[in-house]
C-alpha cells in the first residue's frame, strides 16, 4: 500500500492539477450538466469548496481536543447520505449562489488551506480524533477522505465534459484504503444504501488485483450488510475487476448492469443478483 506520506503529496498535486484544469474551461462549460443529476458544474466546485472548509474546520479543531458535532451536523456515527444527500445537494447549490463569479479563486484559497494543514500532521496528529458525520475520524484520514472526493467530482465534471474521462489513478490507494475501513464517507458502510429486509442473504464476492489490490465478501441482507475480508465456500457473485471500477461501482457512477455489458467487471454467478448490487451501493 502507497505510505500515508506519498498520499498527501499526491493530493496536494492533484489538487493543483485541477485548479489549473478549471482555470482553462471555457465560461459556458460551467454551466453544463456534471454526471451528479441535480448539480451543473459550478455546483460540484461549490460542493468541493464547502468540503474543503468543514474538513479543514473539523482537523483544526481536533488537533485542539475538540471532536463534538459542529451547530446542526448530526453526532459522529449518525449521519449517512441516505438520509443527507438532498440537504448536501442544496447546500452546494446555494453555496454556488452566493458564492458567484468567485468560486476558482475561493476553492484555491480553501483546498491550499486544507492540503497544507493536512500534509504538515505530524504522526502525532494524524492519530487524533476528528469529528466527521459517519465517525470520529484519525487527522491522518482526511488526506484519503479529501482525495476521493476530489477525484469522484473531478469524474463528475469531466465525464460529461470528455466522454471516456477515467478516475485520476492517483487517488486509487486512497480509495482502497477508505473501502477497507469503515470510519466514514468513502467506506462500503458510507456506500450501502438499506431497503427492505430479504430472506435470503446474497454474497458478493470481489477479486480486484490491479493496480491495488481489494479482495473481500460483501454479505447484504438488504436492510444491513456485513463485509468478511476472508471467507470460505461459493459466493452468489463473483466480480473480477480494477480498482478504478470498482471504485466507480461502489461510489454509485456506474451501474452494475453497465459495466457488466462494457466488459468491466467480469462476473460469475446470478445475473440478476449482480444487477441488484447498484441497488443498494449508491455511495453519494
Known amino acids: 500500500m502507497v505510505p500515508w506520506e506519498a498520499r498527501a503529496k499526491l493530493l496536494q498535486s492533484e489538487s493543483q492539477k485541477f485548479l489549473r484544469y ?5 465560461d459556458d462549460s460551467w454551466h453544463r450538466q456534471s454526471a451528479c ?47 443527507g444527500a438532498s440537504s448536501v445537494a442544496q447546500g452546494a447549490i446555494a453555496n454556488r449562489e452566493r ?6 479563486e475561493i476553492l484555491e484559497d480553501q483546498s491550499n488551506h486544507l492540503v497544507q494543514l493536512l500534509v504538515k500532521l505530524s504522526p502525532e496528529d494524524r492519530v487524533l480524533p476528528c469529528y466527521h458525520p459517519g465517525s470520529l475520524v484519525p487527522a491522518g484520514n482526511f488526506v484519503d477522505l479529501r482525495f476521493k472526493e476530489l477525484a469522484l467530482h473531478q469524474w463528475d465534471i469531466r465525464s460529461t465534459l470528455e466522454p471516456g474521462t477515467g478516475l485520476v489513478s492517483d487517488s486509487l ?5 477508505l473501502m477497507n475501513e469503515s470510519l466514514a464517507s468513502g467506506s462500503i458502510r458510507w456506500a450501502f444504501w438499506p431497503g ?26 438488504g436492510d444491513r450488510f456485513h463485509f468478511e475480508q476472508s471467507s470460505v465456500g461459493d459466493a452468489d457473485v463473483n466480480f473480477s475487476c480494477d480498482t478504478e471500477t470498482l471504485a466507480l461501482m461502489m461510489s454509485g457512477r456506474l451501474e452494475t448492469s453497465c459495466a457488466i455489458s462494457n466488459g468491466s467487471p467480469e462476473m460469475e454467478g446470478d445475473g440478476n443478483l449482480a444487477e441488484k448490487f447498484s441497488q443498494w451501493f449508491k455511495g453519494i
Open 22 to 26: 478549471l482555470s482553462d474551461l471555457p
Open 37 to 83: 443529476d441535480l448539480w451543473r458544474v459550478e455546483d460540484v466546485v461549490a460542493h468541493l469548496i464547502g468540503n474543503a472548509e468543514f474538513y479543514a474546520s473539523t482537523v483544526e479543531r481536533g488537533l485542539k481536543g475538540d471532536n463534538h458535532p459542529p451547530e446542526g451536523r448530526p453526532t459522529a456515527g449518525t449521519g449517512h447520505p441516505s438520509s
Open 99 to 104: 458564492l458567484s463569479g468567485h468560486l476558482l
Open 173 to 177: 490507494p486512497s480509495m482502497v484504503v
Open 196 to 221: 427492505p429486509a430479504i430472506e435470503q442473504p446474497v454474497q458478493y464476492r470481489f477479486d480486484v488485483s490491479e493496480p491495488f489490490p481489494f479482495r473481500g465478501d460483501i454479505v447484504v441482507g
